[in-house]
């Protein structure tokens, strides 16, 4: 496909993400009926459409429309690209700009400028104030790809030369010992030996930041109540599993959700049990709880434009109650860590201050809010003590 083809195409995907398409289903939708599509021309379509995802409401003021080709235009605009250059008419490219797209588009202002809705953007400087600004900034951009080194497999130094051995080029990140950002070859991971291998596993610096950051000693018990796929309980079982040992325990109130753990924690060398109906006590429960995911908007934008102040309201009453749920699962002395990939303090500090109300006698040891000025997504923890 030439570039003006895959715009027409990102164009076409964008404009029934606009009527409700989720992305990925619309993707999808496109890619099916497109076997003229090589690998490259999918991920550069992906790209086009998760850019003007990041900023939607800034490429519509840009580009003077809301179609997806006029966001398309906005898009071309702020890469400093004309779009005159690929919207030719020729071939499968878009059609020819009219008189009227070339005179369309201004610059975008406030909110708009910072591809927030305005409800979240008075929510997100009241969370952040100082920092929202460069967070929102953030959100813009594509993310960064990060990699957890699997102590179970081999060291720092070992992954880094066997992935640039395929291709794959790393340095390592401050915020997570054994944490490395990608910066070549991102798109050969999933096929590279080292992650077939289990020497490395995507996930991104602040989650690991925050299983590196938990108190695991030899041979603690611990749960990871939300586990989901079970990215974070692999990363506590590497740390603990790779001492004297310790057991992992996973559940997820969607068990579907663990299908993949088995394989994952075969590959990595771990060991990590699944459980149902976890009873306890455990030394140590990690809540890991469903929340906005505004911290991780730059890898999954639509989330900003879905997200409604109902579903955020749903969303803390869900983190909440899994809270409450927990404490009864923790040994008394022990720690309940709580975690979302959030930016909103209604799912964070205020969720916190209203767990202390609600619960006498525990106590906060330590809580931190990641931006991604700190390296990897917008996350916050915070471990919280059962009195003894
Ligand atoms: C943020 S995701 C977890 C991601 C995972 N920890 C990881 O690192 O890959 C939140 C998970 O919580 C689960 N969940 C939702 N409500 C729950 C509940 N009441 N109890 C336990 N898990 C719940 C969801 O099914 C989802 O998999």
Redesign the pocket.
């Known amino acids: 496909m030439t570039p003006g083809a895959r715009l027409q195409a990102a164009a076409e995907v964008l404009d029934r993400i606009a009527a409700g398409t989720p992305a990925e289903q619309a993707l999808l939708g496109w890619s099916r009926g497109a076997r003229y599509a090589g690998s490259k021309d999918r991920a550069a379509v992906r790209d086009h459409v998760f850019d003007v995802l990041r900023r939607w409401r800034s490429t519509a003021a840009q580009g003077g429309g809301e179609s997806g080709r006029a966001r398309l235009i906005g898009l071309l605009r702020q890469q400093g690209v004309v779009p005159e250059s690929l919207f030719t008419g020729e071939g499968h490219a878009p059609a020819a700009l009219s008189d009227d797209e070339q005179a369309a588009g201004r610059a975008p202002e406030g909110a708009e400028a910072r591809d927030l809705p305005d409800w979240i953007d008075t929510l997100l400087a009241e969370s952040l104030g100082d920092a929202a600004g460069a967070a929102a900034e953030a959100l813009r951009e594509r993310a960064p790809v990060f990699l957890r080194v699997n102590t179970l497999r081999g060291d720092l130094a070992t992954a880094q030369a066997a992935l640039a051995g395929e291709g794959i080029e790393t340095r390592p990140h401050p915020l997570a010992a054994g944490a490395l950002e990608v910066t070549a070859g991102a798109r050969r991971i999933a096929q590279s030996q080292a992650f077939a291998e289990g020497l490395v596993e995507l996930q991104d610096v602040a989650?690991q930041a925050v299983v590196a950051a938990l108190p695991l000693v030899p041979g603690m018990r611990v749960l990871?109540?939300?586990?989901?796929?079970?990215?974070?309980?692999l990363a506590m079982a590497a740390r603990l599993q790779g001492s004297k040992g310790g057991e992992v325990a996973a559940?997820?109130?969607?068990p579907r959700?663990m299908s993949d753990l088995p394989a994952r924690a075969k590959r990595a060398g771990a060991r990590v049990q699944a459980v149902a109906k976890p009873k306890g006590p455990y030394d140590l429960v990690l809540c890991?709880?469903?929340?906005s995911g505004s911290g991780a908007w730059r890898r999954s934008p639509e989330g900003k434009w879905r997200l409604t102040p109902e579903r955020l309201d749903e969303l803390t009453g869900?983190q909440a109650?899994?809270l409450d749920?927990a404490t009864r699962l923790v040994t008394p002395g022990g720690l309940l860590a709580y975690a979302t990939?959030s930016m909103l303090a209604v799912e964070n500090a205020a969720q916190i201050e209203a767990f202390l109300a609600r619960h006498p006698g525990w106590t906060l040891e330590q809580q931190r809010q990641f931006v991604p000025g700190d390296g990897g997504d917008g996350f916050f923890s915070a471990q919280l003590r059962r009195p003894a």
């Open positions: 989650s990871d109540y939300c586990a989901g796929g079970g990215g974070k309980a559940h997820d109130a969607d959700r890991d709880v469903p929340c869900v109650g899994i749920i990939c």
